[in-house]
């Protein structure tokens, strides 16, 4: 079973940056897209940005584009976000997920948000932006 980790969370002023890594245990990244998820108490989870790595095909929300970017190092297993100019209201629990390719773009995935069958989703790292 493949499970994700989240790291680099943390308490950061606004106008911050950080790197947020997801690694996966195994290797995934050719049968799955993974993607980058916030959860703030009280409201829907946002899908952010979720990438295909074998082919680079990537989706970001709108809130976020320009600011997050995503990128994936398929030798560490690992994806990885990068934020920056962040903002009070990013602060959230941000979690990865993986989706496998044949049932879904990772578009949808991300615009959905939801949990499906057969996905791996992380335990998620804590963003505080303090203004």
């Known amino acids: 079973e493949v499970q994700l980790v989240e790291s680099g969370g943390g308490l950061v002023q606004a106008g911050g940056s950080l790197r947020l890594s997801c690694a996966a245990s195994?290797?995934?990244?050719?049968?799955?897209?993974i993607g980058w998820f916030r959860q703030i108490p009280g409201k829907e989870r946002e899908g952010l940005s979720c990438?295909?790595?074998?082919?680079?095909?990537?989706y970001y929300a709108d809130s976020v584009k320009g600011r997050f970017h995503i990128s994936s190092d398929n030798a560490k297993n690992t994806v990885y976000l990068q934020l920056i100019d962040l903002k009070p209201e990013d602060t959230a629990v941000y979690l990865c997920?993986?989706?496998?390719?044949?049932?879904?773009?990772?578009?949808?995935?991300?615009?959905?948000?939801?949990?499906?069958?057969?996905?791996?989703w992380g335990l998620g790292t804590q963003v505080t932006v303090s203004s």
């Open positions: 195994g290797r995934i990244f050719d049968d799955y897209h």
């Open positions: 990438v295909t790595s074998t082919d680079d095909s990537t």
């Open positions: 997920a993986a989706r496998q390719k044949l049932v879904d773009t990772p578009q949808h995935f991300c615009q959905r948000a939801k949990m499906a069958p057969g996905d791996y």
